[in-house]
């Protein structure tokens, strides 16, 4: 063999020698990769079902703000009807009022008239039972 042979045979040596050294780290590191993923393809499947269960409640606490807030709303406006039916009830008491504070001096003035017709008529009665009373 020419020297050229063997150089070049020792060249290949030393170059097959590092190709199989870089596969055997290839190997290894893609071992490690591969075993990285599993554990965390694991770590994160459990992660998404915790979030899908977190998301879940969330939805249902939203849904029961929402109908709290739609429970406000229709307590307002049935506050609204109920002030506007307050101020109706006032005002029609307040012209109650007004004709009852109207009507109080009319009859207390036929109240006054009536016992005056009573006592007249009830004066000829007194003045028998008194006299019945003076002869006994």
Known sequence: MQPWQWLLFVVALTVAGVAIW?????RAALREARQFLQESG?????TLDESAVAIGRLNRASEAVEQGAE?????????????????RATRIAGRAGVAAAALVPA??????LLARDDDEDDAPAREQ???????T
């Not at 307590?75 to 002030?83: V, Y």
């Not at 009859?107 to 006054?112: E, H």
């Not at 039972?129 to 002869?135: D, K, P, Q, V």
Request: charged share 30%; aromatic share 4%; no cysteine.
């Open 129 to 135: 039972t008194a006299g019945e009373r003076s002869r």
């Open 42 to 46: 694991a770590k994160l499947n459990h």
């Open 71 to 87: 429970r406000v709303r229709q307590l307002a406006a049935d506050l609204g009807e109920f002030g506007s039916t307050v101020r």
């Open 107 to 112: 009859a207390l003035s036929a109240w006054k």
């Open 22 to 26: 870089v596969l055997l780290e290839l």
